[in-house]
């Protein structure tokens, strides 16, 4: 799709790539830990893959997510599939913590807040930490489904 | 958990309820056919489930997902599990339009417009379907993963 970014573009500091997607991370200062996990093919809603890709990208999803908990520690981790400005299937896997910008409303809200500056680098610091991680993970993708 | 809304409430008009979670429609006049798919027990992450337990909460949003883009023709498919004032898991299945209040943000972003009356009629009366074409589903989700 010659119009599509995410056909065009990583969509962020590539993490991981596999035969079917990449993991990136985001760079919005505001919101360390931000990554996204994008599926190669411009296709536009999960139910467009078959069974055994949903499972496939939905478990890397949630190995995403839980690698993030645990190496983070946010208050809650948000997961979006949106699209409606790319419609490239795209899962958004978001650390929020109660002083970041938009808490408790979603990321895509209206900003309430600079976190604190100290704080904003102690998370930057460990979100460079989650490309190491995330990889470690990567294994258990590539083959079939064990668990 | 005594002051969780979605232990105490159903979270809209039940649709469907099975062992681990039930479907929901939402009332949003603005947001046609949004369902949501929400987890029994008081669980805030997805990754809090076991991999049978994750892979059957998906199944079913993403069947979810399927039935209202096969009967509400949405432009998109909005996913989402945030739980940033509710953690306890539970997962948004909006259907998007062009002309619908919030396209092409959010719907957690500021209202843009009002949908045209007659369309807005039109698409709450195809909404009024999904119960019946979602429970029609079901049986797939309570035996054990055939696909």
């Known amino acids: ?33 931000f ?20 499972h496939l990208l939905m478990r890397i999803v949630v190995d995403v997510e839980e690698v993030i908990a645990s190496a983070m520690k946010p208050v809650k981790i948000n997961l979006a599939s949106l699209g409606n400005q790319v419609p490239h299937l795209h899962w958004h896997i978001i650390p929020r913590y109660e002083d970041d910008p938009y808490f408790p409303d ?26 190491v991680l995330i990889r470690e993970k990567a294994d258990s993708w590539t083959g079939k489904d064990s668990k």
């Open 35 to 54: 990554c996204r996990v994008i599926w190669h093919q411009h296709i536009a809603e999960m139910s467009a893959l078959n069974h055994a890709q949903r």
């Open 106 to 131: 979603s990321v895509w809200s209206e900003k309430r807040r600079d976190t604190n500056e100290v704080v904003a680098l102690k998370r930057q610091a460990m979100a460079e930490l989650l490309p």
């Open 1 to 33: 799709m010659d119009s599509c970014r995410l056909c065009k573009e990583e969509g962020g500091a590539l993490i991981w790539s596999g035969e079917d997607c990449r993991i990136v991370q985001v760079n919005d200062p505001g919101l360390p830990g």
